[in-house]
């Protein structure tokens, strides 16, 4: 299904203040594999994420997502269209048990049998009734993204998933992302362009509100203008 | 057309008398709320005491305005008491945990009252200088109102004053709000939430002083006044003092109104303007500080 | 979400045979008390799946308890005299207006739900003050009759088990509740509510769905209160009603099944004693809260739970 467009962003704007996050940003995402986003902090990055999602509004500007505009739409809308998102600082039931955050996201599908099966494929059984807050880093990283798959989407979105894990950990995320990608597409939010430059088909370059570059990773490795970018950090 | 404007004119002043007892209510929780983020809930009890302190007091120095004086700053210690034992250790945890300590607060302050004062009214007299009238256009008002009113008003621009124009209130302003900013600008915004609350809490005190003598107290009389501060605060704008001020006119004004010409819905619809209001623009009319 | 399971279970059984034999003192004076803490205990319950489950801080819950009495005084006296109906008719009242109240006051934040109820339930105060044609006013309405066409309470012991058996049916649905995937819900935004929508769930609708489920319960409180009681009068719309079954909820501890039961319990307990020593329950139920708010915030039974865990890991005997 590669030419299937799955997510089309046209010319999105949105400011704070007197500050523009989002100046003007369109893309799009067709058919599956990683497509990464990223530029330095402040470039927008998790302003178009939270657009997408329904977090924020744009000013201008529409989100279309397999065909229909989704513009606006409340958060618990867009999940339950398809696009499931986690968040750059951990954002969970930190209270509850790993089964029952799992139990709560599947509960917006209607059916809560799968619970057990989505924590086997995880590989968090040993964890099933331990609460979430008492979890390592990395642990927790993976029960976010197992929740969001249990609400069955059809597009996956992770924000800065590898922050403050150690390496042991980022390779668990990373291995779970190499399972998930095989089935929907993912868009990932990252700084660490290790991570990001060996699992993305795709790269999106942003910068001061505005997509600067968009191309395959040697593609994107070889710009001029991205090398400046990030030659200044 | 002979239309006789004197009744509407004397429920205005009335209405302006009770919105002085308001504000001095609406100050303290609006002041408090701005920098402790705290809603305390027994700023009109507090009020209450202050009216029985002023009692008492009397008792001992015959002195009316010494004896409000005093009421005033020991209500203000009672508050320091109550921020520094009871609300300090919760600054860190849910704010709902702080509300609800100051509801506790007044559970115990209403029957502490109680016991101490016993249950039935209580009240102080006039000095004689002001238990007189003033005639104008024919009606008599009371001068004793007029003088709360302006004390009042006189709050009001003493607070604002304070607030705006001193280096102490620099300090506040920086903490309004926005405490981990004061911090790091080297402000103890330890000190300075003490000190707004026993501010609040001298104004809460001066106005039982100021209440008690035109009106008897009885404990449980935070219990209702507490609402109608509570409304005024609301409209305005959490943490709003200007707005507060006017809005304390707007309800002790309409209240007034409404009990001479509609009384059979007078108080539905002082509540009904609190809850439309709020569905409608919920940050107050003059919005939130 | 600290569940204390098998326990919470001993103690509904235990306060269920304990209640339901109560009368066999044949002491009228034990058998109001446990009449009053059955009311209280339902109005509680009710309240905690606000307080506790959904983290929404209600000053004005005694809005669904007041009309839930009203309705039935004016119910059986002016339309249909039967307790059973009138009951029913209490909760679909108070059903009705838990959705109107909820969809107007529901969508804001928890600052300015919690104040809107707090004018809603004043509201509602109002309208029992001042229109004295429906409502008696002042006075309120007397007299309510306890004999129907299909249950008849005119006898104490036969209005003490109508009152048991909708405490055992509140309690038993509520635990059933409690335990089931609405329950699981409707807690989730008492633990993170800005996650919820990412779960797909409407913080909204699920805010509504605990509204009603708790102002019909508070509304069968209300009946139960006026069957008890026969008269009925504004004061239980006052937000100082509103206070006591959060009172309650806080002294039981409102992260536990048992907690409104157990407040409710130290609750009537303290305002009867305080009241016959020396009219203080104010004051001792506000020292309670102030030592509770600063030592335990869960309330006693988050006491209860720690020295059991205490116990249990450190092996001692105590």
């Not at chain 3, 098998?6 to 446990?34: D, N, Q």
């Not at chain 3, 006898?155 to 509140?170: E, G, N």
């Not at chain 3, 307990?269 to 809260?289: F, K």
């Amino acid at each position: 299904m590669e030419g299937e467009e799955i997510l089309r962003v046209e010319n999105l704007v949105r400011r704070f203040g007197g500050f523009k996050a989002l100046n003007g940003v369109s893309l799009s995402i067709s058919g599956r594999g990683v497509t990464s986003i990223i530029g330095p902090n402040g470039a927008g990055k998790t302003t178009l994420i939270n657009v997408i999602t329904g977090r924020l509004k744009p000013d201008a500007g529409r989100v279309y997502f397999m065909g229909r505009d989704i513009t606006g739409w409340p958060p618990h809308k867009i999940v339950r269209i398809g696009i499931a998102r986690t968040f750059q600082i951990i954002n969970l039931f930190t209270g509850l048990s790993v089964y029952h955050n799992i139990a709560i996201a599947s509960l917006s599908r209607g059916n809560s049998a799968d619970v057990d099966g989505i924590i086997r494929r995880f590989g968090l059984d040993e964890y099933r009734d331990h609460e979430v807050i008492k979890l390592p880093h990395g642990i927790q990283r993976i029960v976010e993204i197992a929740v969001a798959m249990a609400t069955k989407p059809r597009l996956l979105i992770l924000d800065e998933p590898m922050a403050g894990l150690n390496s042991g950990e980022k390779g668990l995320v990373i291995e779970r992302i190499r399972d998930l990608e095989k089935q929907i597409p993912v868009i990932l939010v990252e700084h660490d362009m290790d991570v990001v430059f060996s699992i993305s088909r795709r790269i999106i370059v942003m910068n001061r509100g505005e997509v600067i570059a968009s191309g395959a990773p040697d593609e994107i490795a070889d710009n001029r203008l991205v090398r400046e970018i990030y030659l200044g950090e | 057309m002979d239309l006789d404007l004197t009744p509407v004119f004397y429920q205005l002043f009335v209405g302006l008398y009770r919105a002085s007892i308001y504000w001095l209510i609406a100050s303290g929780l609006t002041i408090i709320f701005g920098v402790l983020r705290v809603v305390n809930f027994s700023q009109a009890v507090l009020l209450v005491l202050g009216g029985y302190m002023t009692y008492t007091f009397y008792n001992l120095t015959g002195s009316f305005w010494l004896s409000v004086a005093m009421a005033s700053i020991s209500i203000g210690l009672v508050g320091v008491a109550i921020e520094r034992a009871l609300l300090k250790p919760l600054y860190r945890v849910d704010v709902t945990y702080q509300l609800l300590m100051t509801f506790a607060v007044s559970l115990i302050l209403n029957d502490a009252m109680k016991i101490l004062w016993g249950k039935l009214p209580i009240s102080v007299p006039l000095p004689s200088t002001l238990a007189v009238g003033i005639g104008i256009f024919g009606r008599t008002y009371p001068l004793y109102m007029i003088l709360v009113i302006a004390i009042g008003f006189a709050v009001y621009i003493a607070v604002l004053m304070l607030i705006n124009r001193t280096m102490w209130g620099l300090r506040v302003r920086a903490t309004w709000r926005r405490p981990e900013i004061a911090e790091s600008l080297g402000i103890n915004t330890s000190n300075i939430y003490t000190a707004v609350f026993f501010l609040g809490c001298v104004i809460a005190g001066l106005g039982g002083g100021l209440v008690i003598a035109f009106s008897p107290v009885v404990p449980g009389l935070g219990d209702f006044l507490i609402v109608s501060a509570f409304i005024v605060t609301v409209i305005a704008g959490l943490g709003n003092l200007s707005g507060a001020y006017i809005a304390s006119i707007l309800i002790g004004v309409s209240e007034s109104i409404f009990t001479l010409y509609l009384p059979e819905i007078d108080l539905l619809l002082i509540y009904l303007i609190m809850a439309i209001s709020l569905m409608i623009r919920p940050q107050g009319i003059f919005g939130e500080r | 979400m600290r569940r204390m399971l098998g326990h919470e279970i001993y103690s509904l059984v235990i306060i269920s045979i304990a209640t339901a034999v109560i009368p066999l003192s044949r002491e009228p004076y034990y058998i109001y008390l446990s009449s009053l803490f059955m009311i209280l205990s339902i109005f509680s319950l009710s309240y905690n799946i606000l307080f506790g489950y959904a983290g929404l801080l209600s000053f004005g819950h005694a809005l669904f308890y007041a009309s839930g009495a009203y309705s039935f005084a004016i119910f059986t006296i002016s339309i249909y005299r039967d307790p059973l109906v009138g009951t029913l008719v209490s909760v679909a009242v108070s059903l009705i207006l838990a959705l109107l109240v909820g969809v107007l006051t529901l969508r804001h934040g928890r600052i300015y739900f919690s104040m809107l109820t707090l004018a809603f339930g004043m509201l509602l105060y109002a309208l029992l003050l001042k229109w004295r044609s429906l409502t008696g006013g002042s006075d309120g309405i007397s007299g309510i009759p306890r004999s129907g066409f299909i249950i008849d309470l005119y006898d104490p012991y036969a209005r003490y088990y109508y009152i048991y058996v909708f405490f055992l049916l509140v309690v038993i649905s509520l635990y059933i509740f409690h335990r089931s995937r609405y329950g699981l819900l409707i807690k989730s935004l008492g633990v993170n509510e800005d996650f919820v929508p990412y779960t797909g769930h409407s913080v909204f609708r699920l805010r509504i769905l605990a509204f009603i489920i708790s102002g019909s319960i508070a509304g069968i409180a209300g009946a139960l209160y006026a069957i008890l009681m026969g008269v009925v009068n504004p004061d239980l719309a006052y937000w100082t009603t509103s206070a006591e079954p959060l009172v309650a909820t806080l002294i039981g501890g409102s992260k536990f099944f048992v907690g409104p039961i157990m407040g409710s319990l130290v609750f009537v307990v303290i305002t009867t004693y305080a009241s016959r020593i020396a009219e203080i329950w104010q004051l001792v139920l506000g020292l309670i809260l102030v030592a509770l708010i600063l030592g335990s915030r869960g309330g006693v039974l988050e006491v209860v739970d720690r020295i059991w865990r205490a116990r249990r890991y450190s092996g001692l005997r105590i």
